[in-house]
C-alpha cells in the first residue's frame, strides 16, 4: 500500500490497539506493507540532498536563476513544488466528516493538547535550545528561533500520512495552528526574538500580514486544490472511482513535489552550506534536538496516555497510535516557508538570520523522515490500550 493511496476505512487496524505483540509479529511487519515507492522514499531523500548540494555547488547561476521569481519572498520554484506536494494528501481528507468529528469531545481535547504543544511548549523548546548551542552566534540564533516560532503547516502532512497518523485530525489541527499563527508570529517573534533574545541593537519588527500571506499561500492554496479535486472528482465519477482508480494515480505526485522541493532547496543553499560549514553544522544541532524532543515526547506522552485511558469501545478512544502519530508531528514540523519569507524581508536574503532559517527544512526532511519509520516500528511494538484489556487478552475493534 503507497503512503499516498488511500486506506480503506472499512478495515478495522487492530494494530493501534493491540497489545504489544508475541514473537508472531515481526518487527518489519508495517515495512512489508508498504509500496515500491515508500521503501525508496529514504534513498530518493538522500539522492534529492546531494542532487540538490552539487546542482548549487556547480552551477553558478542556480540561484540568481531560482530568485527571478518570488512568491511573498520565496523562490516560486520551491513554492510551487511545497503546493503541489500537499495538493494529493489534502485531496485525500475526508473533509464530509469533519462536522461528526467536530460534535465530539475527543476533538477538543486534542486541539487543546495540540495548542499548549504549538505555543506554550514548542517555541520555548527552540529557545532554550538555540542560546544553548548558539550563544556566540546571535545573527544565526535569531534565525533557529524563528523557525521555532513558525509552527506546523506543510511538509507534516506529508510525514503524518507516511507513518498512518489520521489525515482528518492533521488536517484540522494544521488549520487550527495556522489560524492562530496569524495572531501570533509576529509578537511572539518581538518577545522571543528582541526582548528574550537581547537584540534590541537590530530589532525585528514583523507585520501581521507576512503570516496571513504564508498561511494563505501553503495552506489555502493546496487546501482549495483538495477540496475542488476530492468532491468535482467524485461528482463527475463515484466515490469508488475517486477511492480504488483515481487516488492511486493522483497520489504519487506528492511524492515527485517533496523529492523536486528537496532539490532546488538544497540546489539554492548548496553553496552557502559548503561555504560556511562551521556555523551550518552547528545550527544543525539545535534543529535537530528540538525535532527528536518535541517528537518522541509528544508520541510517547500519547501512548502513556492511551495506556492509563479507561477500557472503552476503540470508536470512542481519545488517544490511539493515528492520533499519537499526528500530534507528534504537528508538534514537531514547523512552518520553514514562513521562517525564509520573514528573515529575507526583515534582515535580508544573504543575511545569517536567513541562510539559519534556511537550514529548517534541510535538517527537518530526515529526521522526520526517519521517525516516520520509527513510528511505524514502534506501533507494532507499544501497547495501545489500557492495561486492563490487554491483561485479558481482549481486542477492542
Not at 24 to 38: G, N, T
Not at 106 to 122: A, E, Q, T, Y
Not at 279 to 291: A, E, H, S
Request: proline share 6%.
Amino acid at each position: 500500500m503507497s503512503v499516498m493511496e488511500k486506506r480503506d476505512s472499512s478495515v478495522p487496524d487492530t494494530a493501534s490497539v493491540s497489545p504489544t505483540p508475541g514473537p508472531q509479529a515481526s518487527a518489519s511487519h508495517p515495512f512489508r506493507e508498504l509500496s515500491i515507492l515508500d521503501k525508496l522514499l529514504t534513498p530518493l531523500v538522500l539522492l534529492s540532498m546531494i542532487l540538490g548540494v552539487v546542482i548549487g555547488n556547480f552551477a553558478p547561476n542556480v540561484r540568481s536563476a531560482l530568485d527571478t521569481a518570488k512568491f511573498d519572498g520565496v523562490s516560486v520554484p520551491i513554492a510551487i513544488g511545497l503546493i503541489v506536494m500537499m495538493w494529493p494528501i489534502l485531496t485525500k481528507v475526508q473533509y464530509e466528516k469533519l462536522p461528526s468529528i467536530f460534535r465530539t469531545s475527543r476533538v477538543w481535547k486534542h486541539i487543546g493538547i495540540s495548542l499548549v504543544l504549538n505555543w506554550l511548549v514548542g517555541p520555548f523548546v527552540m529557545l532554550g535550545l538555540a542560546w544553548a548551542t548558539l550563544p556566540d552566534l546571535p545573527t544565526y540564533r535569531a534565525g533557529v528561533i524563528m523557525v521555532g516560532i513558525a509552527r506546523c503547516i506543510a511538509m507534516v502532512v506529508i510525514w503524518n500520512d507516511l507513518a498512518r497518523g489520521d489525515a482528518e485530525y492533521a488536517a484540522i489541527l494544521v488549520v487550527v495552528n495556522a489560524i492562530l499563527q496569524i495572531v501570533l508570529f509576529s509578537p511572539y517573534s518581538l518577545l522571543l526574538i528582541n526582548v528574550v533574545g537581547g537584540n534590541q541593537h537590530n530589532a525585528i519588527h514583523v507585520e501581521y500580514g507576512h503570516a496571513a500571506i504564508s498561511v494563505l499561500i501553503y495552506l489555502g492554496i493546496p487546501l482549495l486544490a483538495g477540496i475542488v479535486t476530492r468532491y468535482g472528482m467524485i461528482f463527475l465519477t463515484s466515490k469508488d472511482f475517486f477511492n480504488k482508480k483515481f487516488l492511486p494515480l493522483f497520489s504519487p505526485i506528492a511524492l515527485i513535489g517533496l523529492l523536486y522541493t528537496i532539490i532546488v532547496l538544497f540546489a539554492y543553499q548548496g553553496k552557502r552550506i559548503i561555504h560556511n560549514l562551521g556555523p551550518v553544522f552547528r545550527v544543525f544541532v539545535p534543529q535537530i534536538l528540538y525535532f527528536l524532543i518535541m517528537w518522541l515526547g509528544t508520541f510517547f506522552v500519547m501512548n502513556w496516555l492511551a495506556r492509563r485511558e479507561k477500557p472503552r469501545a476503540a470508536k470512542e478512544k481519545v488517544f490511539t497510535y493515528e492520533i499519537a502519530v499526528t500530534q507528534a508531528f504537528t508538534a514537531a514540523s514547523n512552518n520553514f516557508e514562513l521562517a525564509i519569507a520573514v528573515a529575507i524581508a526583515v534582515y535580508g536574503v544573504d543575511s545569517e538570520q536567513a541562510l539559519a532559517a534556511s537550514i529548517g527544512p534541510l535538517t527537518e526532511v530526515p529526521v522526520l523522515l526517519a521517525l516516520a519509520w520509527v513510528a511505524l516500528w514502534l506501533k507494532h511494538r507499544l501497547a495501545w490500550q489500557p492495561a486492563a484489556i490487554a491483561d485479558s487478552g481482549e481486542k477492542n475493534i
